[in-house]
RNA sequence: GCGCUUGUAGCUCAACUGGAUAGAGCGCCUGACUUCGGAUCAGGAGGUUCUGGGUUCGACUCCUAGCAGGCGCACCA
């Protein structure tokens, strides 16, 4: 149910046409041609570049050219009311209201699927998101990254796409060990009264350790904690365990949830970074050499060693990057080019990756892995979700990991709630920073857009209510014989937009265009809504208690779309505020 | 120094993967309420899209050279 598609495709038919019996010169590819909104001030519903596309190839004006066009567009066609040539050469057409008539009526007829891309071929994703260390909670930083993950799945999932939600749990490496040995002295403290050596600058000073602590005395009452050498391996399963209960807690208060996890450490285990390690040597991809020293400022603590490299400038890396540590463990590149491995060996068409601005440097050569394992270079995508500059009292507000005083995801749930902070992460590109502002956002009014568009959907469930009726049942309707008003073809036509937006938000993996989308359409919304405060008889209710059904199906499809929208976003639709 | 990224109204940001006279909100100015729920609406002022070149029918968007902010440049994860 996508007009513009729709509308194209018989462009297309018609230019066919007119090529076969002469008249028309078409370039191989019909590619550059689309069908479009124009902008609002033109009154035409939709909009096409075709003259200015073939102009050049015809030999001809796109004035002139469009004049021919328009008559072969007008002749195939009873529901154009008419059809204007707009100065640089574009074609816009204006339907009869009968039109949207029968647009809404093919929106009641397909109402679960509206908005989904039916035709276009579907896809199995993978992605993976959040994978913050299993090392505490998750604090504000991990927040936006987590919400972009979620919702690019859900709007996958919206468009029938194969989704699988992973989290890669780095439970391997110096960070887990330093952290192990933070619960260890905590038990210390507990069983024994030693106090937590907090001059120790490896060690993960936050208080949360000292519940993980308590919990893991509490469940395991015969382990004797005198000596951490016997109990190591041990405890650091435990930590992990506690931690990674509280990540899924945190998750959960967002509305996420992943399908998988995926551990580091048995991937280690399984010898799966031996195997791809062998396989990238097989490709002459490996070698023993030594990377040059940075071109940063401290280059005096560099020592030069010969170490095992992967060749990521083969694929565009500007060095060469390193797989073994001087002790002989991997590194933490090495074990994520064999869970990459791993994730190519499930067979997926894409594989996704969420990162923080902070890991944006690491890019290129985890692709350059991906693209020698797989040849391809159009399996991985990933997506940078750049920071979030939080503000509290008009003042920026700044995190020390040092001193444990970070917010956490907690706190930011108590605080603004769930659909809230869903929202407004999302109401911004990705990729560019985002001010969360905590006071706008506890806010409720027109400065906050959630409840802006929220309150649109109460409105409507509001008539709803008062008419007895029930806004989530199918509704029925015999005669299709009404027309609409300008102002709600208004509103019909930002309801057209909505496949298109929901195409590209999909296509691009940019969330962001569905809260805006739902904005522009809750605006146009409450404008109409207030027309009935000036003139009575366009109000929804009339004094008799009565409804009539286009406006009814006017309103359903109005919060329908909203409604799927804000699913998609993951916030909720009350019927009443 | 190198890489990535951002630069659009006073402020916070959009702009349909190259389209038209660049749009919203906040703030400022003027209006609409004994509310079909005002958590709302109508109107006004506000722009050299960081700068200079290029590509073309057409550039906020692409290329190129700069300028400015952010992030990164480990045997960390």
């Not at 204007?84 to 007829?109: L, M, R, S, Y």
């Not at 995926?262 to 002459?284: A, G, M, P, T, Y």
Request: some cysteine; hydrophobic content about 35%.
């Amino acid at each position: 149910m996508n007009i513009f598609d729709q509308y194209l495709n018989k462009l297309k038919k018609i230019l066919l046409e007119l090529s076969k019996n002469g008249s028309l010169i078409l370039p191989n590819k019909l590619d550059g041609i689309t069908v479009e909104i124009p902008p609002s001030k033109f009154k035409s519903d939709i909009s096409t570049n075709v003259a200015m596309v073939l102009s050049k190839i015809n030999n001809k004006s796109p004035n002139d050219l469009a004049r021919t066009l328009v008559q072969s567009i007008k002749k195939e066609d009873e529901l154009i009311e008419n059809v204007e040539i707009v100065k640089p050469g574009f074609i816009n057409i204006k339907f009869k209201p009968i039109f949207w008539t029968n647009f809404v009526k093919e929106i009641i007829k397909n109402s679960k699927t509206f908005g989904i891309n039916l035709e276009e071929s579907k896809n199995n994703y993978l992605i993976e998101f959040v994978s913050a260390n299993p090392t505490g909670p998750l604090h504000v930083g991990h927040c936006r990254g987590a919400i972009l993950g979620d919702v690019i799945s859900n709007i996958l999932l919206f468009n029938k796409h194969k989704v699988t939600k992973e989290y890669y749990v780095n439970d391997y490496g110096n960070q887990i060990i330093n952290f192990t040995k933070s619960v260890y002295f905590r038990i210390r403290e507990i069983l024994y009264s030693e106090s937590f050596p907090s001059d120790n600058k490896d060690l993960y000073p936050g208080e949360y350790i000292i519940n993980f602590a308590k919990n893991i005395i509490n469940l395991n009452k015969k382990i004797d904690f005198e000596n951490f050498d016997k109990i190591a391996d041990e405890l650091t399963e435990y930590s992990i365990e506690e931690a990674l209960k509280l990540i899924k807690i945190n998750l959960n208060s967002l509305g996420i949830n992943h399908d998988n996890f995926v551990s580091e450490k048995k991937l280690v285990k399984n010898q799966e970074v031996e195997k791809v390690i062998d396989f990238l040597q097989k490709n002459n991809l490996v070698y023993r050499g030594k990377i040059k020293a940075p071109a940063s400022e401290d280059k005096d603590n560099w020592i030069e060693r010969e170490q095992l490299l992967f060749k990521s400038t083969d694929f565009g890396d500007d060095k060469d990057r390193a797989l073994q540590k001087s002790d002989g463990a991997w590194t933490y590149f090495a074990s994520d080019v064999a869970y990459h491995k791993n994730k190519l060996d499930r067979n997926f068409d894409y594989l996704i990756n969420i990162l923080g601005a902070d890991h944006a440097g690491y890019i290129k050569r985890i692709s350059s892995s991906v693209q020698a394992l797989s040849k391809t270079n159009d399996k991985l995508i990933c997506k940078v979700s750049q920071l979030v500059k939080l503000i509290k009292d008009k003042k920026p507000f700044k995190m020390s990991k040092r001193k444990g005083d970070y917010i956490t995801v907690d706190d930011l749930i108590k605080e603004v709630g769930r659909d809230a902070t869903r929202f407004i992460m999302l109401n911004r590109s990705s990729d560019a920073e985002l001010d969360f502002d905590f006071d706008n956002v506890i806010e409720k009014s027109k400065e906050n857009p959630l409840y802006y568009v929220q309150y649109s959907y109460a409105r409507i469930a509001s008539v709803f209510r008062h008419l007895e009726k029930n806004l989530k049942s199918e509704i029925k309707i015999s005669k299709y014989d009404f027309e609409y008003t300008n102002e709600e073809i208004k509103i019909l036509q930002k309801i057209s937009e909505w496949p298109k937006c929901v195409e590209t938000a999909c296509n691009k993996l940019e969330p962001h265009r569905i809260p805006t989308y739902l904005y522009e359409l809750a605006s146009l919304f409450h404008s109409y809504w207030n027309l009935g405060k000036d003139n009575p008889d366009k109000r929804f209710i009339n004094n008799q208690k009565n409804i009539s059904d286009e406006k009814l199906i006017f309103l359903k499809i109005i919060s329908d779309v909203i409604k799927s929208g804000m699913d998609i976003v993951g916030v909720s639709v009350p019927e009443k505020m």
